[in-house]
């Protein structure tokens, strides 16, 4: 006797781009594709993970889903000239509570301090980081108070089309940087 076996998916809501922050309309849209019977586990990755709780429809189609994990990227440059899109760090830790309640427990969520990264903006020599205490320990702190179990760490890759992202706005790799000497 044949048995076949019916495997679940695992549905990755975006790692290149945030759609939780940028297209929630579109997340449910593409849910409706893969009924949660179908789907073992839905993984979330995000830097602003507001619509999470407060975009009715997306919580609602997304509890529809027994097994949640939330991806988590904080990485201290929210609200800089880095990320001027992302909510600053201590907005995001206010959400903490009702993200752990949202994803069923905070072993169900991941945090991602990723990438580290160092980089110049050559209009002022100003210099963006988050390899420092300042930016990492409340990081910490945050997944400690809430028994987050995981910490994902990496360090930045340059390939061409961030670099010619960052160039267009007149950052650079700090590893590229060479301070030109007044004359």
């Known amino acids: ?3 076949s ?13 945030d759609l939780i922050a940028h297209y929630p309309d579109y997340v449910i849209n593409e849910l409706q594709k893969y009924p949660p019977g179908e ?4 993984v979330i990755w995000t830097k602003n993970p507001e619509n999470l709780t407060k975009h ?5 189609a997304l509890r529809e889903y027994s097994n949640l994990y939330l991806l988590l990227t904080i990485t201290g440059m929210g609200g800089t000239i880095v990320e001027p899109g992302v ?3 201590e907005e995001v830790f206010k959400q903490i509570p009702d993200i752990i309640d949202f994803a069923g427990g905070p072993e169900h969520i991941g945090i991602r301090y990723d990438p580290l990264i160092e980089i110049i903006d050559t209009s002022n020599n100003n210099r963006y980081s988050n390899m420092s205490e300042d930016k990492f320990e409340p990081v910490l702190e945050m ?8 910490l994902i760490v990496s360090v930045a890759q340059k390939y061409g089309k961030s670099e010619k992202r960052m160039k267009k706005m007149g950052l650079i790799f700090l590893e590229n ?7």
Do not use: D, F
């Open 177 to 183: 940087y060479q301070v030109k000497a007044e004359e």
């Open 5 to 17: 076996v019916k495997l679940k998916k695992v549905i990755s809501v975006s790692r290149r781009c």
């Open 143 to 150: 997944i400690s108070l809430n028994k987050i179990p995981r």
């Open 1 to 3: 006797m044949v048995m």
């Open 56 to 60: 009715i429809s997306l919580y609602q």
């Open 39 to 42: 789907a073992h586990t839905v």
């Open 87 to 89: 909510p600053y760090p």
